[in-house]
């Protein structure tokens, strides 16, 4: 008797990825090892990747500002239709709430986004994609990875 797929089924679940805002700015800048984010982003199965709605804003204020290349609108739209936009829901709301509060009781304050984007990836079972380390490495249960700055 063969071993089936699955047989392995909670051990082959789809790794989920949520792109922090600094990464995407990363390639719409064109920053050192942009290339690299993007290769990830290509080679990423389908459905695993996302962005928090709040990243979303944060880039589309950035796009908004006058004299923006186009070409960072269309990436930045072809973006959206390969990945999953999160909501910010409840439960991450009260991820966020829990983070927020461990960071200013132990005087690790990282400002009023990322709390919330360190929340929605720890609510999604996601690892959080960021290049921003000084901040995210500051909160407890938080998996993170770097493809800017990948060896």
Known sequence: MGIRTAD???YLQEVKYLLDTCIIA???NQEQ???HIEDRIASARRGS???SALTAVEVWVGLARRRTPRAKNVWFDALLRRTRVLAFDEAAA???FAVRRYLEQTGQEIGRMDPLIAAQAITAGAVCVTDN????LRVPGLTIENWLRAT
């Not at 380390?133 to 995210?136: A, D, P």
């Open 133 to 136: 380390l000084r901040h995210f």
């Open 26 to 28: 990363a390639v719409l």
């Open 94 to 96: 009260r991820q966020a």
């Open 8 to 10: 392995f089924g909670p």
């Open 33 to 35: 090892g942009h290339r």
């Open 49 to 51: 990747l996302h962005i």
